[in-house]
């Protein structure tokens, strides 16, 4: 539970630094880029992502994963833990 807290609260401060830049931010930096929802801007919120990955609109949610995924190269993030109630566990092999 702890651990949430420490996302969410990460997740909020920055996402008031994105929200002044979110016009700025390419779409291809985000997980759901047609609303810029989702940021993927580092590894912290690639991470955060997945944590919220319930709260995305299920129409969204494969492509959500899709860039998850990408993100997850890119930044070289192999070591998480997905809980099995996280619907993002049957698109993490």
């Not at 931010?25 to 991470?47: C, N």
């Not at 890119?74 to 109630?85: L, S």
Request: one cysteine or more; proline letters at 4%.
């Amino acid at each position: 539970m702890e651990y949430y807290i420490e996302a969410l609260e990460y997740f909020n401060e920055c996402d008031a630094l994105l929200e002044l830049k979110r016009s700025e931010t390419p779409e291809s930096e985000f997980g759901v880029p047609e609303q810029k929802k989702f940021p993927l801007i580092d590894a912290k919120h690639v991470q955060s992502a997945i944590k919220f990955f319930n709260y995305v609109d299920p129409k969204y949610e494969k492509e959500l994963a899709s860039n998850i995924k990408r993100k997850m190269k890119e930044y070289n993030i192999t070591d998480i833990h997905v809980g099995e109630k996280n619907r993002f566990s049957k698109y993490y092999n």
